[in-house]
């Protein structure tokens, strides 16, 4: 995993240095990310995996990893491509979850990343 939460002078490079646009991008996207965590969280409670559970995971993980990958935002869309692959592979639940701590580890730093720029 990439300990680097954003690619701070590429995110600037896609939108010509607009800071301000770029800021209100992540603050944007931390509710979506919270929201699809959310959604994955979900498709973990139960015990056994289902088809539409994993679907469920798939969709969450792949609209993390969108959104990281489009801000440069290289922990998550990394973790998220992972726990992506696992769902669509339909791997055991307690592998799947192992890298959903990962996920929630990623999105601890993504928050603590914007609490830094004071966003």
């Known amino acids: 995993m990439t300990n680097e939460v954003i690619d701070w002078a590429e995110a600037m490079a896609q939108l010509d240095d607009d800071e301000e646009f770029l800021r ?3 603050v944007d996207f ?3 990310i919270e ?4 959604n994955i969280e979900g498709a973990l409670q139960s015990e056994t995996l289902q088809p539409e559970n994993y679907h469920l995971l798939k969709r969450g993980s792949h609209v993390i990893k969108g ?3 489009n801000l440069m935002c290289k922990q998550l869309a990394f973790v998220s491509a992972d726990l992506e692959l696992m769902a669509t592979e339909m791997m055991q639940r307690d592998v799947i979850v192992g890298k959903y701590q990962e996920l929630r580890f990623a999105i601890e730093n993504y928050k603590a990343m914007l609490g830094k720029l004071g966003v």
């Open 30 to 32: 931390l509710g979506e």
């Open 35 to 38: 929201e699809q965590a959310k």
């Open 67 to 69: 959104g990281a990958a």
């Open 24 to 26: 209100e991008l992540l």
